[in-house]
């Protein structure tokens, strides 16, 4: 409290500079006349301040207060929780202390913030080190800070090395469930057959073995184990980066864990007792990676690829290798942008197939001076052919502030990446400021 009295008192006198941004996202989706509805809406203000900044030291805390715009309630005993009926959270942002030139060259900071490695655009394969933000559902590439060290030293203009530490590991923000509304548990009903099927396999007439499956007590669990806090469970890595010429690359090292748990069921049948228990047993997977990346511009078009290779501690999950490269170009007003992606896709992390390769695609164009932008973005699945489409028109009347007209639409078949978010069709609205 002492803190941000100091703060805002160096605010109101003008002293501390400050930056933020107000800003507030609708998606409305599209089906039948019974069940259109609003999937996802929320309102954000961010301040991000700096209280000290000079050739030797920086400081920076921000936050952001989110509010979304359904309430989370699922029980009438609930009805007394304020946070549940108007669900508002703080999200602490940026919060460090930074030192320049401890001797030439090297720089360390300490505290909540965000580390970028990799020269890929929207997808990063080497960075493992900041946390993904998924919340919101028309934004694959936004990152969370994280608690941690960073150590970064330049010897030279053409070399620079970086060694990082974090203590507390943190999953990614999923979308809500309203939203991407994904089942990752069977029903009873669903275990009961698989148990009328086992036991006429083993050689039970159909009728008795319904009859035997209806007497079981049938009970279903979800149990998540996060990460320790051992020094074993540190994330730590270090990035040597350099340029040649025109081509700027650098080879990185990482220890750390997955964002995104992974799931193994077990299934116990107790016959003497009458009991099936259902556990989906969720873990990160701790990891090892090695990484690579390249950029360079050639006649006008920016070029860039980055791969990393993640080694598995459990013997139970394969290696991964995911691979990212692409290009943009502008031409005649127009602005594209073209990737390649074998790897794991956001929206597509619920499949059976965690690598999978994608082809994703931009194409826009500005008018009436810049203050209008048209765009359309999107993701092809190239195996299974699904894809999601995100059309764009976005209105600058004044400096700062953004109204935004969006939608996005998605297909996908059985056994394809977007199978979980068939037929989503939805209009999105949003307004945001700057200062």
């Known amino acids: 409290m002492a803190v941000w009295a100091l703060i805002f008192s160096l605010v109101s006198a003008g ?31 961010s301040l991000v301040f700096t209280p000290l900044a000079n050739e030797r030291l920086e400081t920076k805390l921000g936050f952001t207060i989110r509010a979304q715009g359904f309430p989370l309630v699922n029980s009438a005993t609930q009805l007394s929780a304020v946070d549940i009926v ?189 009991r099936l228990d259902f556990v989906l047993n969720e873990f990160f997977p701790q990891k090892t990676v090695f990484g690579a990346d390249l950029a360079t511009e050639l006649a006008g078009i920016g070029l860039w690829a980055e791969a990393a290779y993640a080694l598995y501690d459990d013997t139970l999950l394969s290696d991964r290798l995911s691979v990212i490269g692409g290009m943009d170009y502008s031409f005649a007003g127009f602005y594209i942008n073209l990737q390649y992606l074998h790897g794991d896709f956001p929206l597509a992390r619920l499949q059976t197939e965690p690598v999978r390769d994608f082809l994703l695609a931009g194409l826009e164009r500005r008018f009436a001076s810049d203050r209008m932008l048209v765009r359309l973005g999107g993701v092809l699945d190239l195996e299974k052919r699904s894809f999601g489409l995100i059309p764009l028109v976005r209105v600058t009347p004044v400096s700062g502030l953004n109204l935004e007209l969006t939608g996005l639409v998605f297909s996908g078949k059985t056994g394809s990446a977007f199978a979980p978010l068939d037929r989503v069709r939805e209009l999105g609205f949003g307004i945001s400021y700057q200062f």
């Open 15 to 45: 002293q501390v500079p400050v930056q933020g941004e107000l800003s507030s996202r609708a998606l409305f989706r599209i089906k039948d006349q019974d069940s259109s509805r609003f999937s996802f809406f929320t309102t954000a203000g």
């Open 86 to 274: 108007e669900p508002v959270s703080v999200l602490l942002d940026e919060a460090y202390v930074r030192f320049y030139d401890l001797v030439p060259g090297l720089s360390f900071t300490a505290g909540r913030q965000r580390v970028h490695w990799g020269s890929a655009d929207v997808i990063n394969p080497t960075d493992n080190f900041t946390t993904p933000d998924y919340s919101d559902p028309l934004v694959w590439d936004r990152r969370r800070p994280v608690w941690m060290l960073h150590l970064g030293y330049s010897p030279l203009n053409a070399l620079g090395m970086e060694f990082g530490l974090k203590p507390v590991f943190e999953p990614a923000l999923n979308p809500p469930a309203c939203w991407y509304d994904a089942r990752v548990l069977p029903t009873v009903q669903e275990l009961r057959s698989a148990l009328v099927a086992q036991l006429i396999g083993m050689g039970y007439d159909p009728v008795l073995a319904e009859q035997i499956a209806g007497q079981f007590d049938i009970r279903i669990r979800e149990q998540l184990n996060l990460p320790g806090q051992t020094l074993n469970d540190f994330t730590w890595g270090g990035r040597v980066r350099t340029h040649l010429g025109r081509f700027d690359f650098s080879l990185s090292g990482l220890r750390g864990y997955d964002f995104l748990p992974e799931a193994q069921p077990v299934l116990t049948a107790d016959f003497a007792q009458q």
